[in-house]
């Protein structure tokens, strides 16, 4: 059987399985599991161990059809400013409750698009944040930023506040394909974020590409990677397309007869992985590519590589406090999800509430598979002596799973002893070869393709 025609056989196009940035994942969280369980959690961290902090901004400018992020329009700022009210009343409500002298090791600002706030709000935020979680002295500050959304004004403000890495969202740049997906982006839009960005001595710079969008082709993805490639980024996320229009209702503004099939969608995330690969980039777990310089690559060499809800991170901080709404926190002993909706969000801290809305509180063996799903989506391999050094004898429980993986995913997967390998050919099959540790399979949940 060709190789294509195995990986098919093994359910690469039919799987529909959780990506894994978290474990479990956020389809099981209940509403047993919410702000009380989230005081808890606060007033139990360790002032010792810095945490690391996500703030979401729901809001943006334009919606883009393909866009499945929890965001809503706004063409005023009014709701905006009023939002940042919020969420610093979200900041002194944790700061009554988290130890003092906790300190933060990273700081993201996600959304939704951060650049629609104008400097006096960056300043205003990064200010509130501070003053609640004083930087440790190791501290990165990353912020999603849409290049259309941002001009010199706002990325100095950023600067200013301490930036470290930019994200930029770029998708393609391919004008059918933007037209099929109502996102325009100029290239030298984006040229000129990126050189204000460079002169404003922001030194980590990781753009967004999504491949399985209409009317994308090899040559438009590649004329992508060209371009994206002037930028000399020094980290890429290449997300295959997650079409969801059951979720994300503006997904059905998307004429489906024009996204690629499932081979071409295949070629279209080999062929730009084999071209970020060759242009000196690492391939970083399923997903992402980093310069072999960038800490993300180190992390990947000396086995530190981490996944979150951002996805692939060097980040070392046990605990992610996530503000605002939507915003998902993890702690050491589970996570919560802020109330979804920007407005019960809002109506939640008003009254004086913890936001979260629900969430999961693990168990020991919920640990375990966390991290043996987690060394799978970063290294492709598990070794069940190295769990067992972590999580005792408790973790050669998993030998049946790892034998499972084996027999059913054979030739690409490999069982030695207690170390389970996936070959760099089987790798795009990873999400379903770690789903065969998953104990939470909801019922009624549809979750994106797996290729
Ligand atoms: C929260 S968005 C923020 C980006 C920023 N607002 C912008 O437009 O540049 C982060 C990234 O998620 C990715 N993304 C959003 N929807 C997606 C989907 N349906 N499938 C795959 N990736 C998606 C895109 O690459 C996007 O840049
Ligand atoms: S891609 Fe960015 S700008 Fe477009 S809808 Fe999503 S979050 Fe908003």
Redesign the pocket.
Known sequence: MEHIDTLKALGLFDARVPRYTSYPTAAVFSPQTGGAFQKAALEGLDPADPVSVYIHIPF?ERL?W????H?QGTRTLGPVESYIGTLEAELELLRQTIPGGLRMGRLHW??????ILPPPLIHRLAKAIRAVFPPAEEFEFSV??????VDRSKIEALATEGLTRA?????DFDPEVQQAIG?EQPFDVTRTCVDDLRAAGVTSLNT???Y?LPHQSLARIEDTIDKVLTFAPDRV?L??????PWV?KR?KLIDEAALPDDLARYALATRAAERFVEAGLTAIGIDHFARPEDDLAQALTTGHLRRNFQGYTADTCQTLIGLGASSISRFPDGYVQNAPATAAYIQRINTGAFPGARGYHMTAEDQLRARAIERLMCAFTLDLDDLGSEFGPVAYGLAPSLGTMAARFAPYVTLDGTRLHIAPEGRPLTRIIASVLDQHVPEGVRY?RAS
């Open positions: 943006c883009c393909f866009c499945a992020c965001t996600g959304g939704g698009t951060p650049t999603e930023i849409d290049p259309i959304m994200s930029i969202g770029i998708q996102r967004d590409l999504v399985g996320a997300f295959g397309y997650a079409h969801v994300s997904q994106s």
